[in-house]
């Protein structure tokens, strides 16, 4: 996420708007996009970040989509929690 924030800074110094792709990724990874995407002034393009499409994001609490817009989560670290039993269920052994 980091490299992601610092590249964004060398696009603002050449004027161009950036956005951050997923893969339709899980909740926590996802939290870590939202946050990259609002510490990036110019990650102002539209982002792809999916997983609340899934049946289950593994995460207690989704991050807030209104508008169209992401709620940055406010509490500590990613600012969101692991659905432990969510992450039980879809357990499997290789």
Request: proline content about 6%.
């Amino acid at each position: 996420m980091a490299s992601f924030v610092s590249n964004c800074y060398l696009a603002q110094v050449e004027g161009m708007p950036v956005w951050h792709g997923s893969g339709n990724d899980l909740g926590i990874i996802d939290a870590a996009y939202t946050h990259s995407c609002a510490a990036a002034p110019n990650c102002t393009l539209p982002s792809d970040i999916l997983g609340y499409l899934r049946e289950d994001d593994l995460v207690v609490t989704p991050i807030e989509i209104k508008d169209s817009y992401a709620t940055v989560p406010t509490t500590p670290g990613l600012g969101v929690e692991l659905d432990e039993d969510a992450a039980k269920k879809y357990h499997t052994s290789a």
